[in-house]
Protein backbone atom coordinates (compact mmCIF):
# COMPACT_ATOMS: atom_id res chain seq x y z
CA UNK A 1 0.00 0.00 0.00
CA UNK A 2 1.22 3.43 -1.26
CA UNK A 3 1.43 6.30 1.43
CA UNK A 4 0.41 9.78 0.86
CA UNK A 5 2.97 12.62 2.25
CA UNK A 6 1.33 16.41 2.29
CA UNK A 7 3.89 19.07 2.53
CA UNK A 8 3.49 22.98 3.56
CA UNK A 9 5.71 25.12 3.19
CA UNK A 10 5.06 28.66 4.64
CA UNK A 11 7.56 31.11 2.56
CA UNK A 12 8.72 34.64 4.28
CA UNK A 13 6.69 37.60 2.86
CA UNK A 14 8.72 38.14 -0.77
CA UNK A 15 10.39 35.09 -1.21
CA UNK A 16 7.59 32.33 -3.34
CA UNK A 17 9.90 33.06 -6.15
CA UNK A 18 12.58 32.23 -4.64
CA UNK A 19 11.48 29.31 -2.72
CA UNK A 20 10.16 28.27 -6.52
CA UNK A 21 13.92 27.89 -7.88
CA UNK A 22 14.87 25.36 -4.86
CA UNK A 23 11.98 23.60 -5.76
CA UNK A 24 12.76 23.58 -9.45
CA UNK A 25 16.40 22.95 -8.48
CA UNK A 26 15.92 19.82 -6.47
CA UNK A 27 12.63 18.31 -7.21
CA UNK A 28 14.27 16.12 -9.76
CA UNK A 29 16.24 14.23 -7.45
CA UNK A 30 12.83 13.97 -5.21
CA UNK A 31 11.17 12.34 -8.09
CA UNK A 32 14.31 10.58 -8.80
CA UNK A 33 14.58 8.87 -4.91
CA UNK A 34 13.95 5.12 -3.90
CA UNK A 35 10.38 4.40 -3.38
CA UNK A 36 8.56 8.20 -4.92
CA UNK A 37 5.69 7.42 -7.15
CA UNK A 38 4.87 10.93 -7.49
CA UNK A 39 4.89 14.40 -6.66
CA UNK A 40 2.53 17.31 -7.19
CA UNK A 41 3.32 21.47 -6.46
CA UNK A 42 0.86 24.03 -5.49
CA UNK A 43 0.91 27.02 -4.45
CA UNK A 44 -1.11 29.70 -2.30
CA UNK A 45 -0.06 32.95 -3.08
CA UNK A 46 -2.60 34.82 -0.90
CA UNK A 47 -0.87 32.47 1.78
CA UNK A 48 2.50 32.73 0.74
CA UNK A 49 2.24 28.78 0.87
CA UNK A 50 3.87 25.82 -1.05
CA UNK A 51 2.06 22.47 -0.66
CA UNK A 52 3.39 19.72 -1.99
CA UNK A 53 1.10 16.27 -2.44
CA UNK A 54 3.30 12.98 -2.52
CA UNK A 55 2.73 9.48 -3.48
CA UNK A 56 5.40 7.05 -1.81
CA UNK A 57 5.61 3.12 -1.95
CA UNK A 58 5.57 3.27 2.18
CA UNK A 59 5.96 5.58 5.07
CA UNK A 60 9.31 4.74 5.61
CA UNK A 61 10.63 5.40 2.33
CA UNK A 62 9.55 8.85 2.71
CA UNK A 63 11.02 8.94 5.90
CA UNK A 64 14.36 7.56 4.84
CA UNK A 65 14.26 10.73 1.76
CA UNK A 66 13.64 13.33 4.35
CA UNK A 67 16.45 12.19 6.55
CA UNK A 68 18.51 12.33 3.73
CA UNK A 69 17.52 15.79 2.63
CA UNK A 70 18.08 16.87 6.14
CA UNK A 71 21.52 15.09 6.24
CA UNK A 72 22.33 16.92 2.99
CA UNK A 73 21.31 20.64 4.11
CA UNK A 74 17.69 21.42 3.00
CA UNK A 75 16.96 22.97 6.87
CA UNK A 76 20.08 25.41 6.20
CA UNK A 77 19.40 25.87 2.42
CA UNK A 78 15.64 27.06 2.86
CA UNK A 79 16.18 28.76 6.34
CA UNK A 80 16.14 32.70 4.88
CA UNK A 81 13.30 31.21 2.75
CA UNK A 82 10.72 29.84 5.02
CA UNK A 83 8.88 32.13 7.67
CA UNK A 84 9.95 30.28 11.14
CA UNK A 85 12.17 28.08 9.44
CA UNK A 86 12.26 24.91 8.67
CA UNK A 87 10.98 23.23 12.40
CA UNK A 88 8.17 26.29 12.00
CA UNK A 89 7.30 26.89 8.89
CA UNK A 90 7.20 23.17 7.35
CA UNK A 91 4.02 21.08 8.09
CA UNK A 92 4.18 17.44 7.21
CA UNK A 93 1.41 15.22 7.16
CA UNK A 94 1.95 11.04 6.86
CA UNK A 95 -1.18 9.61 5.51
CA UNK A 96 -2.97 6.46 6.66
CA UNK A 97 -4.83 4.26 4.45
CA UNK A 98 -7.62 5.26 2.38
CA UNK A 99 -10.80 4.48 3.25
CA UNK A 100 -13.67 3.13 1.19
CA UNK A 101 -16.29 4.49 3.34
Same mark, same amino acid.
Given at each position: MSAIIIAHFKAQEGKLAEMAEVFKASLGAT? *?? &? *?? +? *? !? &? %? #? %? /? /???? =? #? =? !? +? /?EWESVAHYDAYLQWRIDTGIKEATASLIEGGWDNGVTIQRLGAKLDI
Open positions: R *GF &D *GC +I *G !L &D %V #Y %V /E /ESAN =T #Y =T !L +I /E
